[in-house]
């Protein structure tokens, strides 16, 4: 699982925030939680009913974590058309808006999954990518950056799901 490695433009996101932890696998309990509860409580259907969506695709963007408690916010949102702000209001105060800066990303994509088993697959690839690339690879996390996954029309399908998952990087040395 080799990653193809990208250079992204700052990207401006507005959804719905929970903070969570690392801390005792936490974040891997909390965030699909927050997934299930978003398709179920008629969040996902207001948010793209909105005007400000610059598409359907949806990202899981975890921002950088707060060294004093280790938590860190984890995003579910949409790309915002350029000029939409809270000020202009086009974007609704029930939203919150987040920016993942401008960043080169390692992404990889996760392998084939039915519904079932698509939350193991994007959180096996999670494992892959910090336990057994990141160690050996030419490329070490940006710090500055914001990893996310992202969820276009190839997570719609009921047999083979796939997701990709972006990591930002710089060079070693």
């Known amino acids: 699982m080799e990653p193809k490695i990208v ?13 969570t932890t690392g801390k005792n696998g936490e974040n891997f309990r909390a965030i699909p939680q927050f997934w299930a509860d978003y398709v179920s409580d008629g969040r996902m259907e207001k948010l ?4 400000f969506l610059k598409s359907h695709t949806e990202y899981g963007a975890c921002f950088p974590e707060d060294p004093a ?12 058309k350029d000029g939409a702000s ?3 209001k086009t974007v609704p105060p029930v939203y919150q808006i987040r920016e993942a800066p401008a960043a080169a990303y390692a992404v990889f994509s996760s ?3 039915d519904s079932a088993g698509f939350s193991a697959a994007i959180q096996e690839t999670w494992r892959y990518v910090f336990a057994e690339w990141l160690p050996g690879a030419a ?7 914001v990893n996310f996954e992202l969820y276009d029309e190839r ?19």
């Open 111 to 113: 392998p084939p999954a």
């Open 86 to 88: 809270p000020s202009e």
């Open 7 to 19: 250079n992204l433009s700052a990207i401006k996101l507005a959804g719905y925030i929970i903070n």
């Open 48 to 51: 793209h009913g909105e005007g």
């Open 155 to 173: 997570c719609r399908s009921e047999k083979a799901r796939v997701c990709d998952i972006y990591v930002p990087v710089i060079r070693r040395g």
């Open 69 to 80: 408690t280790g938590e860190f916010e984890y995003i579910i949102g949409v790309e915002v």
């Open 139 to 145: 490329y070490q996390i940006d710090p500055r950056g």
